[in-house]
T-cell receptor, first 115, second 112 residues
Framework: DAMVIQNPRYQVTQFGKPVTLSCSQTLNHNVMYWYQQKSSQAPKLLFHYYDKDFNNEADTPDNFQSRRPNTSFCFLDIRSPGLGDAAMYLC??????????????FGPGTRLTVL | DQQVKQNSPSLSVQEGRISILNCDYTNSMFDYFLWYKKYPAEGPTFLISISSIKDKNEDGRFTVFLNKSAKHLSLHIVPSQPGDSAVYFCAASEFGNEKLTFGTGTRLTIIP
């Protein structure tokens, strides 16, 4: 089945210790997104890739970086996690053309705990 | 500045009855609207969408209504089933922009 996969599902890190979350997709979609979702809040877009073109949201902290080495994979790097970065991180993909271009497909998420 | 609002954090409905989830938006540039369903420990899954050129879209038990003048949309589920118990997110996008703006979600509980 075509899908969006996120690893790990649960990640525990220490305050200030860099952490990398990964996302892969078998849908062959050109667009990939990273969202942060805190409890009882809306998913918040951090950045997205339109193919290899990186688009950062204006309010995404510099502490968050991303890499997309190829169409299938995308990584979220948190350089120095703070307690406020504890959240669910969601990866999503979408087509870049056609009638359903706005329909995003989500992975199961990675829950990040910062100690 | 929350452009997409779901004012009911939770809703309980008897099995077999109609569930109505509401969503309001403030950005008049939004022209495409989606509903996502999320179970615990899973990512959101797409449920149904509607373009601003329509006022209704139906897919099986799910119907989305759009009232552009009121900047309001609603999701109707009928009849409600226990498997419909989940968090429902409303989302919106502007024409030519692939980004989605999400609401905070409504937790729907179907009571057997």
């Amino acid at each position: 089945d075509a899908m969006v996969i996120q690893n790990p599902r649960y990640q525990v890190t220490q305050f200030g210790k860099p952490v990398t979350l990964s996302c892969s997709q078998t849908l062959n979609h050109n667009v990939m997104y990273w969202y942060q979702q805190k409890s009882s809040q809306a998913p918040k877009l951090l950045f997205h890739y339109y193919d290899k073109d990186f688009n950062n949201e204006a309010d995404t902290p510099d502490n968050f970086q991303s890499r997309r080495p190829n169409t299938s994979f995308c990584f979220l790097d948190i350089r120095s996690p703070g307690l406020g970065d504890a959240a669910m991180y969601l990866c999503a993909t979408s087509r870049d053309e056609g009638p359903k271009v706005n329909e995003q497909f989500f992975g199961p998420g990675t829950r990040l705990t910062v100690l | 500045d929350q452009q997409v609002k779901q004012n009911s954090p939770s809703l309980s409905v008897q099995e077999g009855r109609i569930s109505i989830l509401n969503c309001d938006y403030t950005n008049s540039m939004f022209d495409y609207f989606l509903w996502y369903k999320k179970y615990p420990a899973e990512g959101p899954t797409f449920l149904i969408s509607i373009s601003s050129i329509k006022d209704k879209n139906e897919d099986g038990r799910f119907t989305v209504f759009l009232n552009k003048s009121a900047k309001h949309l609603s999701l109707h589920i009928v009849p409600s089933q226990p498997g419909d118990s989940a968090v429902y997110f409303c989302a919106a996008s502007e024409f030519g922009n692939e980004k989605l703006t999400f609401g905070t979600g409504t937790r729907l509980t179907i009571i057997p």
